[in-house]
């Protein structure tokens, strides 16, 4: 009864959530390298070389990073998981000369690292990113401890980043309302009822009264994309589906041609590992 009670309410809820238009986003900060470096990350392969720089707002990711490769950790690890328009990533210490039927994706080392979002640093086409596992069992959204992604993405429609950033947030707020109502018995009473009382009107009436304190709480969760972002997800590429979901902590200055032929390469279907092996070197290169 109560479940059938709830679901009429979502119902109710999405229809004025999904009328309602998010606030403008303020211009953000584009990604941009500073101009004098002291050092760069070199990612080798057999296609070529890749440069990055390490982002100091992400201080966590980076002195990892920067430990691992002095550790040479890398050298001679897979990029094992590829896939066309999205990413290609490696990291995973079990890649190291594994055979074509291991299972690739779970190896790491004993820890993780705390995530570091931070809405100056997105998916852009050439973000280094810390891989990580979901959230079903990585609720704070926690990094790999090694392994990585380097994001190709595509090219995305201005309507498009929109309705994705609606969506994001859409599924954000009925999750929170469902987790406002469902922990507190006293609502879920008072909406039952007014069910058998009043119908929909009383419903209605009712949740304009709890929509402050709804509000309060996903309003500073509201997810914007920034007139930079969408603008270069419009004209560079990227995947802006997972900003705000992993920690991007570098971003390639150098080596997009070799990001490209790797993303391209044949792979098997199952894994999306490629058919021949493309093994990374990791250095770090003082200016």
Do not use: W
Request: proline share 5%; hydrophobic share 35%.
């Amino acid at each position: 009864m109560k479940k059938n009670i709830l679901l009429s309410v979502l119902l109710v809820l999405a229809l004025q959530l999904m009328a309602q238009k998010p606030a403008s986003p303020k211009a953000k900060v584009k990604p941009k390298p500073a101009k004098k470096l002291k050092e760069y990350v070199k990612i080798s392969t057999i296609y070529g070389d890749m440069f990055f720089i390490l982002f100091d707002e992400t201080p966590k990711h980076r002195e990892n990073f920067k430990k691992l490769v002095r550790e040479h950790y890398y050298d001679d690890l897979l990029f094992h998981r590829v896939i066309r328009d999205f990413m290609i990533q490696g990291g995973d210490p079990n890649s190291r000369n594994a055979d074509s039927n291991t299972i690739l994706g779970n190896g790491g080392p004993s820890y993780t690292i705390p995530a570091e979002f931070n809405k100056k640093y997105y998916h852009v086409k050439g973000a280094l990113c810390a891989a990580r596992t979901g959230d079903e069992v990585n609720p704070n959204k926690e990094s790999s401890g090694s392994q990585f992604y380097i994001v190709q993405g595509t090219k995305i429609k201005r309507k498009d980043v929109e309705m994705m950033m609606n969506n994001r947030n859409f599924e954000k707020k009925q999750k929170i309302f469902n987790n406002y109502v469902y922990g507190d018995t006293s609502i879920v009473n008072k909406l039952a009822t007014l069910q058998q009382s009043g119908g929909r009107d009383a419903i209605l009436k009712y949740l304009s009264k709890l929509q402050p304190t709804i509000d309060s709480i996903y309003g500073p969760k509201e997810y914007l994309y920034s007139p930079d972002q969408i603008q270069d997800y419009e004209k560079i590429g990227g995947a802006p589906h997972l900003d705000g979901d992993y920690t991007v902590f570098g971003l390639l200055v150098k080596g997009f041609d070799v990001l490209d032929k790797i993303a391209i390469v044949y792979t098997n279907p199952q894994t999306n590992r490629p058919i021949i092996d493309i093994k990374m070197k990791v250095s770090i290169i003082k200016r």
